[in-house]
């Protein structure tokens, strides 16, 4: 299982970001799993930010994130996406990718990629 997340960057408050995470190995395409995002700020714990079912469904989203922010998937690439808009500067953090058996908004993700930077200025 391989998970790598690309596109971070620098923006400035009230830009977007897309981010994405191709997936090869036993997660990639396989309805059986589950993916999702997740953010680690400094000095603060690791949160989910969305998560989605490979054929689109379930998808689910943090709080601080809804209306912003949209993941999805292209099954047929072995990607998954996460569309940031309205960035603010408390959404910069280490984006990571992740995967899981079942469904993406129970239980703990077991593969990791590994994470991109986002950077948000004021």
């Known amino acids: 299982v391989q998970l790598q997340a690309s596109g971070g960057g620098l923006v400035q408050a009230g830009g977007s970001l897309s981010l994405s995470c191709a997936a090869s190995?036993?997660?990639?395409?396989?309805?059986?799993?589950?993916l999702g995002w997740f953010r680690q700020a400094p000095g603060k714990e690791r949160e989910s930010v969305a998560g989605i079912a490979w054929n689109g469904g379930g998808a689910y989203y943090a709080d601080s994130v809804k209306g912003r922010f949209t993941i999805s998937t292209d099954s047929a690439k072995n990607l998954l996406y996460l569309q940031m808009n309205g960035l603010k500067p408390e959404d910069t953090a280490v984006y990571y990718c992740?995967?899981?058996?079942?469904?993406?908004?129970?239980?703990?993700?077991?593969?990791w990629g590994l994470g991109t930077l986002v950077t948000v200025s004021s």
């Open positions: 992740a995967a899981k058996l079942g469904r993406p908004d129970t239980g703990k993700y077991a593969y």
């Open positions: 190995g036993r997660t990639a395409n396989n309805y059986n799993y589950a």
